[in-house]
């Protein structure tokens, strides 16, 4: 998962960027880049680190012009070097690009510049489609001035050779005007939308960049389309290749700042939703099972804990305390040191939660080590039981359009489904029997007195099938074939040793 941020028509462009993408900082920590345009000069500036700790006022006063691209990024393919660090740069025929997605053929397009002696400087995987793009524009066709039929035509072959979930965005020059753009892939996976402010536009992951920036929101874009925005005129669009709308459902879940739209959704609403679809899920499979409190485990599991109270008619309560400033934790090296930081990150109230039944609400279990330790913390704390509901379904299938989950071996529903003795060809399907199975070995595992998860029966009512859930249905929208799971697999494998 990353962030994208594009604006034009406005002046000192790089530093809104620099704003915006503070505001979509939780889509990216490893990295964050931002390039500019101003006449013919491109310039750009990327490095590792937080946003406001890799731009100040001197370096965004470099990054001069009235257009400018912008990435946090979070790394699914690559590492986390500097130079694997978006946007990147083509100068024939002069393009500045960034993107939020996941090429699933990555390894193939690499091999196959490299037959025409063509060498990258990074692991990350917009630099060749970056190459793919800047050479289908230029080819047989070098020219001084290019049309948006040229940049058009550019794109649609880009589309035929890449694989994989993307959203673009660039600035490129188009009939002598500076142009910012933005594409979807052909079935939407990740987000990208866009407003207006008088005669300047903006574009992003999440409508949270338009709050900040007091930009109106118009709208999100079309999978498998492009828009291109010019200071002052009214944007273009045109559709590269449509194959369907599948955006991802986890965005909902979790990723997504709930204070955002996505997709013409509100992100807040989808989670309250699925508070009450989870209530609905324990009233028809969990009866007999009671409780005192219900308890969302900070911060994404609020808007539906707050739901799944009202409807359970159980008061809801706080029994942790987020610490804003205790940083990343996961990247501890040792149990001991994992535990002190989630005491650091999560401070529980005691007396919420002594003598109490606790319902613990959260959002997902991809490798189980926070509930553990959660379970830990309460037990410490004198709950009497405590329960959980999670409010989708079991993560047991890798994706590969960019959130870093890409084996099956890390995610512990798809372990305990090994455990239990079930084989599983490629992707891992889940009725309902199963899932009642799998939720009372995970509760036996964690040390829980319950456990229930939300159905995918359930889960589709969400976004009424147009959506990718693959990680929870093994329905990829893209197909991905073994060798490029194998090598997404291999390069996650090695960028964490
Ligand atoms: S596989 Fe899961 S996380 Fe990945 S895009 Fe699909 S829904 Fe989102």
């Known amino acids: 998962m990353c962030g994208i941020v594009g604006i034009i028509g406005v002046d000192g462009a790089s530093k809104k960027v ?21 006449g013919n000069h491109f310039r750009y500036f990327k490095d590792i680190g937080l946003v406001h700790r890799i731009f100040n006022e001197n370096e965004l006063e470099r990054l001069e012009g009235r257009c400018a691209v912008g ?29 939020n997605g996941n090429i699933t053929n990555f390894e193939e397009i690499k091999e196959y510049l490299l037959s025409q002696s063509i060498f990258l400087s990074s692991k990350c ?29 550019g794109l649609k072959e880009t589309f035929k050779i890449v694989k994989g979930a ?54 999100s874009v079309k999978s498998g ?29 979790y990723f997504a700042r709930p204070d955002s739209r996505i997709n013409d959704h509100c992100v807040y609403e989808k989670r309250m939703e699925l508070g009450r679809l989870l ?58 040191d994992r535990s002190t930081a989630l005491r650091l990150k999560l401070n529980p109230i005691k007396a919420e939660i002594e003598g109490k039944s606790i319902m613990l609400i959260d959002d997902s279990i991809v490798r189980g080590n926070t509930v553990k330790r959660i379970v830990e913390v309460l037990r410490g704390k004198g709950a009497k039981e405590i329960h959980l509901a999670i409010y989708s379904p079991p993560v047991v299938n890798p994706c590969f359009y960019g959130i870093d989950m890409s084996t099956h071996d890390e995610l512990i529903a798809y372990k305990v489904l090994k455990e239990l003795g079930y084989e599983f060809e490629n992707s891992v399907k889940i009725d309902k029997d199963l899932l009642t199975k799998l939720e009372e070995k995970l509760a036996e595992k964690f040390g829980l007195s319950s456990l229930t998860y939300l159905s995918i029966e359930r889960l589709n009512n969400l976004l009424e099938n147009n959506r990718c859930a693959a990680c929870f249905d093994g329905n990829y929208p893209v197909e991905v074939d073994e060798k490029s799971r194998r090598c997404i697999v291999f390069d996650r494998l090695s960028s964490r040793d």
């Open 71 to 99: 990435h946090v990024r979070y790394p699914t393919i690559g590492g986390n070097s500097k130079e694997d660090a978006q946007p990147f740069y083509s100068r024939w025929p002069g393009i500045i690009m960034a993107h």
């Open 18 to 38: 620099a704003t915006a993408l503070q505001a979509i900082q939780h889509r990216g920590q490893d990295s964050a880049g931002i390039g500019a345009k101003k």
């Open 125 to 153: 995987d917009i630099e060749p489609v970056l190459y793919i793009l800047s050479n289908a524009i230029i080819k047989d066709n070098v020219k001084r001035v290019y049309s948006f039929e040229d940049v058009v035509k």
């Open 166 to 219: 993307y959203s673009l965005v660039g600035i490129i020059s188009i009939e002598g005007k500076d142009t910012l753009f933005v594409a979807r892939d052909p079935y939407g996976i990740r987000p990208a939308v866009w407003g207006k402010k008088e005669s300047s536009y903006l574009v992003c992951s999440e409508s949270v960049c338009m709050d900040v920036l007091d930009y109106e929101y118009v709208g």
């Open 225 to 253: 389309h492009v828009m291109f925005f010019r200071e002052g005129e009214e944007p273009i669009e045109y559709e590269i290749e449509k194959k369907g709308t599948t955006p991802c459902i986890f965005e909902y879940i």
């Open 279 to 336: 209530a609905d899920e324990f009233k028809e499979r969990k009866k007999g099972i009671d409780f005192d409190i219900v308890m969302p485990i900070p911060d994404t599991s609020r808007p539906s804990a707050i739901t799944f109270s009202e409807e359970m008619k159980k008061p809801i309560r706080e029994g942790f305390i987020k610490n804003r400033y205790s940083g990343r934790t996961f990247i501890m090296p040792t149990q001991g």
